[in-house]
C-alpha cells in the first residue's frame, strides 16, 4: 500500500512538473513572431498526437549494397505512413560516403528540389541520422522542412507511448537528439513547422535555450529512474517466483501482440503497422498440464534503430535479459526476413542477451508456400506458426517447455548451517523443492538454471 501511495506521487509530480513546463514553453514564446506564434511551435501541446497526411520526399545514400539501401528507403516509407504521410518520391544517390556538409550532392539536391515543387512536398526525410550542419545547409538549399530516419522513429513513438514510463522515455530521447543537434548548429529550427517532427515533449519548444532543455532532460531522468526502480521490483518478485520468463522479440510488425493475444487474452494493441505496441506487456500463461509462464511483449526491433531510443529504452528493452528464453517471432512472409532476423540478433547483442536460450517461431505461415525452406542457425529449436490463426501455437509451447527443462538441472547438496548466505543465494538464482535439516546442515533439493550452477560447485 505504501508503494502504491509513492507511486501515486510520483506521478502526481510527474504531471505538475509538465504543466509548470507547457507555462515555461508559452512564457518563452512571447518573444515569436506573429507568423511563428500562429504555427505549430505554440499551438501544439505536449503528446500531441492529431493525425496530419503529410507529402514526404525520401532521400537514401548507397554507400555500398545498392539493395540493401533501395529495402532501407521501403521501410522508411512504412514508418511514414504509420506517422500518417504519404510518400510521393524517392531519390538515392550512389556515394562513396555520405556528403559531409550535405548529406547528398550538389547535382542530387536540385533533383530533390525540383521534386519538392513538382509534388509540393511538405518534408524532405533522409534515411541516415543527419548531423547539425547537414540538417542546416539542406534546410537552406531545399527551402523545405528536413528531418531524418531518427526523427521520424520518434516521431512515431511518441504517437505510441500511452504509459508514464513511455512518454517520460521518448521525451528523454527527443530532448537528448534534439540537444546534440542544436549544440553548433543554428536555434531557429521553427521551420520545421508542424506534423511529423513536431509531436511529443520533446519537440515542442525548438527554440527553447539549452539551460531548459538541459533542465528538462534533469527532470525527466529522475522522474525514469522512480519508474524505473518499480520495474527493478517487479523484476525482483518475478524472479523470487518459480515461474519461468518468456521474453517475445522480433522485428516490429512481424506479429508479437497478435501472438501474445492468441496465447493470453492480453488485449494488446495489434496492427499491420510499425510500432504498434511501444509498452511492454506481460502476461500469465498456463499450459494444459499445469505448467505456467509469463510471456513478455517488447518493442519490435528495426535497422537504423537510434542510438538515442535504446539508451532511453534501454530499461524497456532489457526485459529480454532478464528472460528465461527469448521467442524470436519472425515475419516468414517479409522477403527482408533474413536481413531483419539480423538487425534482432545484433539488437539483442547491442543489449548484451546473446547468452539466452532462443526458440525462433517462423510468423504468418499463412502467407507463405508450404514448401518455402525456413531456417535459423542461431536459434536452440524453430517452428512454424499463425499467430493469426493459432497453427502451429501449440507445438511452440511444447518446444519452449522442452527448452525450459533442458536448461535446468536439479542439485541436492547440503549446507553447513554457518553457510546461511550461499542458501540465501540459491533462493534468489533456483527453485528451492525441498529441505532438510540433519545434524552437519541443511540438505537441500533445488531446481536451477545451468547458468548458475558455478556458485555452488565445491
Given at each position: 500500500m505504501?508503494?502504491?501511495?509513492?507511486?501515486?506521487?510520483?506521478?502526481?509530480?510527474v504531471i505538475r512538473q509538465t504543466r509548470q513546463w507547457k507555462r515555461n514553453l508559452l512564457l518563452l514564446g512571447h518573444g515569436l513572431s506573429k507568423k511563428q506564434k500562429g504555427g505549430s511551435v505554440l499551438n501544439e501541446l505536449l503528446y500531441d498526437t492529431a493525425e496530419r497526411e503529410e507529402r514526404i520526399v525520401l532521400v537514401g545514400v548507397a554507400t555500398s549494397d545498392m539493395e540493401d539501401t533501395l529495402q532501407s528507403l521501403e521501410e522508411l516509407e512504412e514508418l511514414g505512413q504509420t506517422a500518417g504521410a504519404v510518400t510521393v518520391a524517392k531519390v538515392v544517390q550512389n556515394r562513396e560516403s555520405f556528403h559531409s556538409k550535405t548529406y547528398i550532392g550538389k547535382g542530387k539536391i536540385q533533383e530533390v528540389k525540383e521534386l519538392v515543387e513538382k509534388y509540393q512536398a511538405d518534408c524532405v526525410v533522409c534515411d541516415d541520422e543527419l548531423t547539425p550542419a547537414q540538417y542546416n545547409n539542406l534546410q537552406d538549399l531545399l527551402e523545405v522542412k528536413v528531418i531524418d530516419r531518427t526523427v521520424m522513429i520518434l516521431d512515431i513513438f511518441a504517437k505510441?507511448?500511452?504509459t508514464s514510463e513511455g512518454?517520460?522515455?521518448?521525451?528523454?530521447?527527443?530532448?537528448?537528439?534534439?540537444?546534440?543537434?542544436?549544440a553548433g548548429g543554428r536555434s531557429d529550427?521553427?521551420?520545421?513547422?508542424?506534423?511529423?517532427?513536431?509531436?511529443?515533449?520533446?519537440?515542442?519548444?525548438?527554440?527553447?535555450?539549452?539551460?531548459?532543455?538541459?533542465?528538462?532532460?534533469?527532470?525527466?531522468?529522475?522522474?525514469?529512474?522512480?519508474?524505473?526502480?518499480m520495474r527493478e521490483l517487479t523484476r525482483k518478485k518475478r524472479q523470487e517466483n518459480p515461474i519461468p520468463v518468456v521474453a517475445i522479440v522480433g522485428y516490429t510488425n512481424a506479429g508479437k501482440s497478435t501472438l501474445l493475444n492468441h496465447l493470453t487474452g492480453a488485449g494488446v494493441l495489434s496492427e499491420d503497422?510499425?510500432?504498434?505496441?511501444?509498452?511492454?506487456?506481460?502476461r500469465r500463461l498456463e499450459l494444459e498440464n499445469g505448467e505456467e509462464m509469463l510471456f513478455?511483449?517488447?518493442?519490435?526491433?528495426?535497422?537504423?534503430l537510434p542510438h538515442h531510443l535504446v539508451q532511453a529504452f534501454r530499461s524497456t528493452l532489457e526485459e529480454a535479459k532478464y528472460a528465461d528464453v527469448i521467442l524470436h517471432v519472425v515475419d516468414?512472409?517479409?522477403?527482408?526476413?533474413?536481413v531483419q532476423m539480423q538487425t534482432v540478433y545484433e539488437t539483442l547483442q547491442r543489449l548484451e542477451v546473446g547468452d539466452k536460450p532462443i526458440v525462433t517461431a517462423f510468423n504468418k505461415i499463412d502467407s507463405v508456400s508450404g514448401e518455402m525452406t525456413l531456417k535459423d542457425l542461431r536459434a536452440d529449436r524453430t517452428v512454424r506458426i499463425s499467430a493469426k490463426y493459432g497453427d502451429g501455437v501449440e507445438a511452440m509451447l511444447s518446444l519452449i517447455s522442452d527448452v525450459l527443462k533442458e536448461n535446468k538441472v536439479i542439485l541436492e547438496m547440503v549446507f553447513p548451517y554457518g553457510e546461511g548466505a550461499k542458501l540465501n543465494q540459491l533462493r534468489k538464482y533456483g527453485q528451492l523443492l525441498s529441505e532438510e535439516y540433519q545434524n552437519d546442515g541443511i540438505f537441500v533439493k533445488a531446481c536451477l538454471d545451468r547458468e548458475y550452477l558455478y556458485l555452488f560447485s565445491k
Open positions: 505504501r508503494r502504491q501511495c509513492l507511486w501515486r506521487r510520483n506521478i502526481s509530480g505510441r507511448a500511452s512518454k517520460l522515455q521518448v521525451e528523454l530521447a527527443q530532448l537528448r537528439y534534439r540537444s546534440s543537434h542544436l529550427l521553427s521551420r520545421l513547422g508542424g506534423g511529423i517532427g513536431t509531436r511529443g515533449p520533446g519537440e515542442q519548444k525548438l527554440e527553447m535555450d539549452r539551460r531548459l532543455i538541459k533542465e528538462r532532460i534533469t527532470f525527466v531522468r529522475r522522474e525514469l529512474e522512480q519508474v524505473q526502480k503497422k510499425l510500432f504498434a505496441t511501444l509498452d511492454p506487456t506481460t513478455t511483449d517488447t518493442v519490435g526491433f528495426i535497422r537504423k516468414a512472409s517479409n522477403p527482408d526476413m533474413d
